[in-house]
Antibody, heavy 121, light 106 residues
Framework: QVQLVESGGGLVKPGGSLRLSCAAS????????MSWIRQAPGKGLEWVAH????????YYADSVKGRFTISRDNAKNSLYLQMNSLRAEDTAVYYC??????????????WGQGTLVTVAS | SYELTQSPSVSVSPGQTASITCSGD??????ACWYQQKPGQSPVLVIY???KRPSGIPERFSGSNSGDTATLTISGTQAMDEADYYC?????????FGGGTKLTVL
């Protein structure tokens, strides 16, 4: 069965860095676009970044552009999010999610359980 | 940037029909999808490409999208449907989520 398992979350000081990982199983990662989506405590869903199956297409939300980098290693069945220059407002549960479609048909049919990132001094 | 607007809350009695709306400029020209999220859980896709239900989603969930408004309809609402619901669309190489609607089944 399809599984997405995030790791790498934790407590980090403002201005610090963190790298999140998402281990995929039960499907061929290289066949799918993937995204990172976050949810601040008590708030709604916010899309963070999206990556095409071959890493040629990468998109970011304005709120993280220039600070976060999404990448993937299809051979390792893994998705990553490198987060630099972290701010308090980046505090959230970060989900990796699989997109069952592309562009206009983008929809997330599988989600991980999420990993909590807390940015505080 | 593109925005999707949802009412913060909707209440419905058990067995009645709940309608949750999502508004955006010319949203009907895009595909809308919907997610259900229960407390402490990850979101679950319940409607995609405006009207389609993923495998395993009950038939009481349906969707429509026209003009500036997409609607998620839950017929014969059950207590287990109480959750937050989010709409989502794609615009100009970005994924956009609505702010979410809390459905209360009274």
């Amino acid at each position: 069965q399809v599984q997405l398992v995030e790791s790498g979350g934790g407590l980090v000081k403002p201005g610090g860095s963190l790298r999140l990982s998402c281990a995929a199983s039960g499907f061929t990662l290289s066949d799918y676009y993937m995204s990172w989506i976050r949810q601040a405590p008590g708030k709604g869903l916010e899309w963070v970044a999206h990556i095409g199956s071959g890493s040629y297409l990468i998109y970011y939300a304005d709120s993280v552009k220039g600070r976060f980098t999404i990448s993937r290693d299809n051979a390792k069945n893994s998705l990553y999010l490198q987060m630099n220059s972290l701010r308090a407002e980046d505090t959230a549960v970060y989900y990796c999610a699989r997109s069952a479609g592309v562009e206009m048909a983008t929809r997330f049919d599988y989600w991980g359980q999420g990993t909590l990132v807390t940015v505080a001094s | 940037s593109y925005e999707l607007t949802q009412s913060p809350s909707v209440s419905v009695s058990p067995g009645q029909t709940a309608s949750i709306t999502c508004s955006g400029d010319k949203l009907g020209n895009k595909y809308a999808c919907w997610y259900q999220q229960k407390p402490g859980q990850s979101p679950v896709l319940v409607i995609y490409q405006d009207t389609k239900r993923p495998s395993g989603i009950p038939e009481r969930f349906s969707g429509s999208n026209s003009g500036d408004t997409a609607t998620l309809t839950i017929s014969g609402t059950q207590a287990m449907d109480e959750a937050d619901y989010y709409c989502q669309a794609w615009d100009s190489s970005t994924v956009v989520f609505g702010g979410g609607t809390k459905l209360t089944v009274l």
